[in-house]
Nanobody, 126 residues
Framework: QVQLVESGGGLVQAGGSLRLSCAASGRTFSMYAMGWFRQAPGKEREFVAAIRWSGGITYYADSVKGRFTIAGDNTKNTMYLQMNNLKPEDTAIYSC???????????????????WGQGTQVTVSS
């Protein structure tokens, strides 16, 4: 089993920045990729960004490209999401997810991931 704990959410004004963290514990020897998803009130959960642990390949949703940066620190089993130039439409609960399997990987698919964190609230005021 793997446990994921997010932190770093909060309230920020439009144009501001936040840095989310996702710390993994447990069976962390099997970490293929990690991702961030978000869910706004009344909307479906959507893909934000992901990183393949080996090689550091990153993936971004078009809506955040150029504003958000995903990174991983395998010495700490922690993934980060640096969010700059935040907009009110970025308001959501942000959840991190981990894929422990190898193989063909579609970063944007929720079913690609095996473990999920509880989420952290990000609120951007206008």
């Amino acid at each position: 089993q793997v446990q994921l704990v997010e932190s770093g959410g909060g309230l920020v004004q439009a144009g501001g920045s936040l840095r989310l963290s996702c710390a993994a514990s447990g069976r962390t020897f099997s970490m293929y990729a990690m991702g961030w998803f978000r869910q706004a009130p009344g909307k479906e959960r959507e893909f934000v960004a992901a990183i393949r642990w080996s090689g550091g390949i990153t993936y971004y949703a078009d809506s955040v490209k150029g504003r958000f940066t995903i990174a991983g620190d395998n010495t700490k089993n922690t993934m980060y999401l640096q969010m700059n130039n935040l907009k009110p439409e970025d308001t959501a609960i942000y959840s991190c997810a981990l894929r422990s399997r190898g193989g063909i990987y579609y970063a944007r698919g929720e079913l690609e991931y095996d473990y999920w964190g509880q989420g952290t609230q990000v609120t951007v005021s206008s």
